[in-house]
């Protein structure tokens, strides 16, 4: 199993590397029509503690992107498309934490490669606003504190409230769904956007592919911000479909139907400038609130700080500290009172992250987690992770 697991990590690696190698310059005169990238990313998981067991687990993720510029190949103005293809291999950490949020934002539940994203953008009324189209992933466009992006708990990515709702998650890793986006720049710095998206998530690689039909009806999500000094921004989403309750049962003896909705407030802001006496900090804090009627989630947040330039010799070196809340609904928390089993109110996550660019092409980043109640639950051990994530990246650009 061991020589298998290794095997795979060399095939990934060179798949990575294929599209390694220097990036050609170019002039203004051959701006690039392809920008190809692949990014391959190894982690290695230590639960020393955890609510189920201990043990290693590995885990690789794939990214393989191509974007191309209509404008440069096709003389179509102010148009791009991007390919995304992703591949995930890999073991269960999470199975061993016992948590309910996830202790690694590339685990799966089940490996495979896919078609991850593949949509067209368009700018409008001369670049002041956008209108993508496709196969896109949600939290690249909402919810989204671009200081918590180097920590590893998936609860940093998109609220836990948000991630665990629609008929199988929504368009967010591992699989997207079709999307209908726009987005509109207000004056200098703000900014509202707004998006349709399928909501049932599904890809070519997926079981039962894409949802061309949207049968379960839509997400709807919108979100306007500023961008001036940092960001702030508020969201707010809901569902066209009423979703199952999670506890309560109709006069037919099915699940009844409730509205599934939330909303969401962000804060990214820069406290210091890098210098080279000294660091860039900045702050990040979000919050988030559901119905708490169709998710385990009534609400949650996070907080936390990225330090840049950690060492002045280090320009690319990074240290991130978060912890976040998952807080458990009381319908959720309900359900296992029945089952003469009592949780606590939620769930609490803390990380500290160092990442550096040891070169062009490899990053190291040491992680470590410590998560109270896993999963909610008083009686069990609180979960400690220590990781390791290396990442490979290459790049080329081709001009027309």
């Known amino acids: ?174 699989s997207t769904a079709l999307t209908a986006r726009l987005r509109v720049t207000l004056g200098a710095h703000g900014y509202v956007k707004g998006a349709v998206v399928d909501a049932k998530s599904g890809v070519l690689g997926d079981p039962g592919g894409v949802d061309w039909r949207m049968r379960e009806g839509a997400l709807l999500i919108g979100e306007a911000g500023w961008t001036g000094h940092g960001k702030v921004a508020v969201g707010y989403w809901r569902y066209t479909k009423r979703q199952e309750d999670i506890r309560l049962i109709g006069a037919n003896g099915l699940p009844a139907k409730a509205v599934s909705e939330g909303a969401y407030l962000l804060i990214d802001q820069p406290v210091t400038s890098s210098t080279a006496r000294g660091p860039a900090i900045s702050l990040f804090a979000r919050i988030g609130l559901s119905d708490g009627a169709t998710t385990p989630f009534r609400g949650g947040w996070q907080f936390g700080t990225l330090v840049g330039k950690v060492f002045p010799s280090r320009p690319n070196s990074q240290f991130s500290i978060g912890i976040n809340r998952g807080q458990l609904s009381e319908r959720y928390r309900a359900n296992s009172a029945d089952a003469q089993f009592t949780l606590s109110h939620g769930e609490t996550g803390v990380e500290a992250t160092y990442s550096d660019q040891v070169t062009p092409y490899l990053r190291l980043q040491p992680d470590l987690q410590y998560v109270v109640h896993p999963s909610g639950n008083p009686a069990a051990r609180d979960a400690i992770i220590v990781g390791l994530r290396i990442v490979f990246i290459g790049s080329k650009m081709i001009s027309r």
């Open 1 to 174: 199993m061991l020589y298998n697991l290794q095997t795979r990590i060399m095939q990934l690696l060179a798949a990575s590397l294929t599209i390694g190698g220097a990036v050609p310059a170019f002039g203004e005169d051959a701006p690039p029509s392809v920008v190809l990238s692949s990014r391959l990313t190894g982690d290695v998981n230590g639960v020393v503690r955890g609510a189920a067991g201990t043990g290693v687990r590995v885990l690789t993720n794939l990214d393989v992107v191509a974007v191309v510029d209509l404008g440069t190949l096709l003389a179509w103005r102010g148009a791009r498309v991007k390919l995304h293809v992703l591949d995930n291999r890999g073991g269960d950490p999470n199975g061993l934490a016992g948590t309910l949020q996830g202790v690694d934002n590339i685990e799966v539940g089940r490996n495979r490669t896919k078609l991850y994203q593949a949509w067209i953008e368009q700018d409008l009324f001369g670049g002041k606003a956008a209108l993508l189209l496709g196969l896109a992933d949600l939290n690249a466009d909402f919810y989204q504190d671009d200081s918590a992006g180097v920590l590893l708990a998936p609860a940093f990515g998109i609220g836990s409230e948000l991630a665990a709702t629609g008929p199988n998650g929504p368009s967010i890793f591992p």
